[in-house]
Every structure is written in structure tokens, then in C-alpha cells.
């Protein structure tokens, strides 16, 4: 029946179908304004105040970065904090992050990964207000969404004031995975929403104070500058890559379903050209692919089976149209590479790590007892229902729904 789903998806006919889907639902992205384009929106809020930025290389308004752009117009920028990948977006996953300067700026730069996730009362001390604008992928275990609530956690804490200007989710058209329980919140997953959330990093910074999740129940003191002219029906190609691994939009429709084999002894082509569009490992006997990850600074450094010759599956064509028509995870590559495994007491890694991705242990459990994922899915369903619920509350866009 898979076979048979995998031939229709990649015919001609289907092709047609979904050229028309997007043409109906793909906005020119000129014609969507992120927030930080609207400058007019909030520099008044900036006047007489000393700000810090939370930023990266996707801050940018139009051709200009953000902190270049807010210089410009004589706002008093004191500080820099920057996430996961650094400042400019250069370091690898996991990398560690150092403080440094700005060369162009002049400004410190605080690192917001590795030891010092969150904002310390030091280093916010003099700021006035904090702008949060990062472009987000809309997975929950994408980190840079665990950097703001931190920031907002920390604004809260010492009475800075929290603006985050808001960015278009290239996955904000569906809602789908099981819901984060709290015995298993991390960095990677903070927060008890679903995989794929569908909320801006605008809608989701409302939902964690309006749903109490900051420690100790503070409450941020929160604006937040919409898109103009977005809406989650909407297929918003991003301008810049959001990380090394990320280079492109396929990568980003597959990175949700694909993110769970780091859990595994599967590569998904991280130390290759193709990341987050492959998937495969020495031993395997399913596909044709075959790639050998090596180490690329800045990349991917020391990639899992580094130098080695892995068997898979390219998985370009199929990324490029599954998730933007159907609007759910697709499970058939981790049962498939679960079941071909030699050895399966080595198939999971690091501890069980595969359980903080997906926020529970189920999808673990349900992959060695042999049940179908599909019918697992079924038993998501009222959580996420619940979810939609409590999520619509938040919105700021016209929903896809």
C-alpha cells in the first residue's frame, strides 16, 4: 500500500496537482512584510530607551541587518545576544558559542548557547527593552524558540521590557506529532505543543505568557510586531537559510519528520551537500543512495559515521511536495530503517535521546514493539485537538483551518 501511495505521490498526475496547490496557496514573498520591515511600528517604542538585540544572520531588513538598520535610525543598541549557530549563523549544531565583538559594530556579543542559555541580571543590566528577531522553522525542537522564552523568562525576571518582531513559519500550515509531556522538557523541546506547532515566533512568545509557562508564572512585558499580509495558508519561501543544515526548503518540509533519526544510528546527511534531504547508515540494505559524510567546519563537524559509506535514500523529490499538500509527519522512513536494522538494542543513541525529540517516550516504545506509527498517530489526536483549541486563542493570522 506504501509502495502504492509512494508511485501516486511521484507520477505526473500528482506533479499537476500539486503545481496547482501552490500556485493557489504560495504568496509572492514580496508581498509579505515581516516585522522587523516595519520599522515604523515600533521605532517610536525605541526612542529614549537602551536596547539589546537577540539576533542572528536571518535579522535582516531587507538588504540591511537589523542591529545596522536600528543604528541607523540613532536607537541605542548596548548589546548583542546570540543564539544557537552564533551571531552569524556560522557555527554547527551543538557548537559551542563564545562571546566576542562585532566588527562592524563594535558591539559585545553574548552568547545565549552552551552554558549561558539564558540572559543573566548582569547582562541585562541597563537594557531597557529586549527584541527578540530570529527566523524560526515552526518545529518545537528547533532551538532558537527555547532562546526566547528564555529571554522572555529573564525580561520578566528584571523588569525589561520584551519585543519580538514577528517572521512567517515556512511549516506554520499544519499542526501534527505527539505533545511534549513535562517529564521530558529540555532545551530541545520546552514547551507541551506538538512537534509542529504552526505559530509564528509572535503567536508562540503569547502563548508562553498567556499559558503561564514562564518559571514561576512571571509574565513578560510583551509586544509583539506582526507580518503584514501573511497567513498560514501561506508557503513562505524563507530568504536565508536559517541554519548550516537547513540550506533550503526542501531541507526545511523535512526536517520535522527527519529530526528523530538524531536520536538513531541513521545519518540524515548532516557532513554531506544534501542535509536534512537524505537519510541512511553503513548497514543498510533499503534504497540505492549512497553518501559519505565528512567533517565541514562550520557545518557539520565530526558527523555521525563520519568517512564512511552510507546506504540510503535521497529524499529531495519527495520533500519538495509531500508535506506542503498532505500537512503531516511522515513516520514510513523511521519504521522502515527501524525494522532493517542488524541491531536493534543499538538503533537508538545518546541515552534515549530520540524521547526529548519527540517529547515522550510512546514513539520509541511503539517502534520496537512493531505497531504501526499510523495507528499511534491515532492516539495523538485528542491532544492535538485540545491543542488547535487552546492554540487559536493566540493567532494573529487567518488560520489554515
Known amino acids: 500500500m506504501k509502495k502504492l501511495l509512494?508511485?501516486?505521490?511521484?507520477s505526473s498526475t500528482f506533479f499537476g496537482t500539486w503545481s496547482q496547490v501552490v500556485e493557489k496557496r504560495t504568496r509572492i514573498n514580496e508581498e509579505i512584510v515581516v516585522g522587523?520591515?516595519?520599522?515604523?511600528?515600533?521605532?517610536?517604542?525605541?526612542?529614549?530607551?537602551?536596547?539589546?538585540?537577540?539576533?542572528?544572520?536571518?535579522?535582516?531588513?531587507?538588504?540591511?541587518?537589523?542591529?545596522?538598520?536600528?543604528?541607523?535610525?540613532?536607537?541605542?543598541?548596548?548589546?548583542?545576544?546570540?543564539?544557537?549557530?552564533?551571531?552569524?549563523g556560522e557555527a554547527s549544531a551543538g557548537a559551542h558559542i563564545k562571546d566576542g565583538i562585532d566588527p562592524k559594530s563594535g558591539l559585545p556579543i553574548t552568547?545565549?548557547?552552551?552554558?549561558n542559555k539564558k540572559p543573566t541580571t548582569e547582562?541585562?543590566?541597563?537594557?531597557?527593552?529586549?527584541?527578540?528577531?530570529?527566523?524560526?522553522?515552526?518545529?518545537?525542537?528547533?532551538?532558537?524558540?527555547?532562546?526566547?522564552?528564555?529571554?522572555?523568562?529573564?525580561?520578566?525576571?528584571?523588569d525589561v521590557k520584551m519585543l519580538v518582531l514577528d517572521r512567517p513559519n515556512p511549516n506554520g500550515f499544519y499542526v501534527d506529532g505527539p505533545v511534549l509531556k513535562p517529564e521530558f522538557k529540555s532545551f530541545v523541546g520546552m514547551h507541551p505543543i506538538p512537534v509542529v506547532h504552526g505559530l509564528t515566533v509572535g503567536e508562540l512568545a503569547q502563548m508562553i505568557n498567556g499559558e503561564g509557562w514562564?518559571?514561576?508564572?512571571?509574565?513578560?512585558?510583551?509586544?509583539?510586531?506582526?507580518?503584514?499580509?501573511?497567513?498560514?495558508?501561506?508557503?513562505?519561501?524563507?530568504?536565508?537559510?536559517?541554519?548550516?543544515?537547513?540550506?533550503?526548503m526542501t531541507s526545511v518540509y523535512l526536517y520535522p519528520s527527519l529530526c528523530f533519526f538524531e536520536g538513531t544510528q541513521v545519518s540524515v546527511g548532516r557532513g554531506t551537500e544534501r542535509p536534512f534531504q537524505v537519510i541512511g547508515?553503513?548497514?543498510?540494505?533499503?534504497?540505492?543512495?549512497?553518501?559519505?559524510?565528512?567533517?565541514?567546519?562550520?557545518?557539520?563537524?565530526?558527523?555521525?559515521?563520519?568517512?564512511?559509506?552510507?546506504?540510503?535514500?535521497?529524499?529531495?523529490?519527495?520533500?519538495?511536495f509531500y508535506f506542503t499538500t498532505v500537512g503531516r509527519l511522515y513516520f514510513d522512513w523511521i519504521e522502515g530503517m527501524y525494522r532493517d536494522y542488524p541491531n536493534k538494542d543499538k538503533f537508538f543513541i545518546s541515552k534515549n535521546f530520540i524521547d526529548k525529540l519527540a517529547g515522550t517516550d510512546q514513539l520509541r516504545q511503539q517502534l520496537v514493539s512493531g505497531e504501526s506509527l499510523e495507528l499511534v498517530r491515532s492516539e495523538w489526536q485528542l491532544?492535538?485537538?485540545?491543542?488547535?483549541?487552546?492554540?487559536?486563542?493566540?493567532?494573529?493570522?487567518l488560520d489554515f483551518e
Open 36 to 88: 522587523a520591515e516595519r520599522v515604523h511600528q515600533y521605532l517610536h517604542r525605541l526612542k529614549n530607551q537602551t536596547v539589546g538585540i537577540v539576533c542572528n544572520h536571518t535579522s535582516y531588513v531587507k538588504n540591511t541587518h537589523l542591529v545596522d538598520t536600528l543604528l541607523s535610525h540613532g536607537v541605542k543598541v548596548k548589546a548583542i545576544f546570540a543564539p544557537e549557530h552564533g551571531f552569524r
Open 123 to 158: 547582562q541585562l543590566a541597563g537594557i531597557d527593552i529586549l527584541i527578540f528577531d530570529i527566523q524560526d522553522v515552526g518545529a518545537r525542537f528547533y532551538t532558537y524558540i527555547s532562546t526566547m522564552h528564555y529571554c522572555m523568562e529573564a525580561a520578566a525576571e528584571n
Open 111 to 115: 552568547s545565549l548557547y552552551g552554558s
Open 6 to 10: 509512494l508511485i501516486g505521490l511521484l
Open 281 to 320: 547508515h553503513p548497514t543498510n540494505t533499503l534504497g540505492s543512495y549512497t553518501f559519505t559524510p565528512q567533517s565541514i567546519p562550520g557545518v557539520s563537524e565530526n558527523p555521525k559515521h563520519q568517512g564512511k559509506e552510507c546506504h540510503g535514500h535521497s529524499l529531495e523529490q519527495f520533500g519538495g
Open 214 to 248: 514562564l518559571k514561576g508564572g512571571v509574565v513578560c512585558r510583551l509586544t509583539v510586531v506582526p507580518c503584514k499580509s501573511y497567513t498560514h495558508l501561506d508557503l513562505y519561501e524563507l530568504p536565508i537559510a536559517p541554519s548550516p543544515n537547513l540550506p533550503n
Open 383 to 397: 491532544e492535538i485537538e485540545a491543542y488547535k483549541k487552546q492554540r487559536k486563542q493566540y493567532l494573529l493570522y
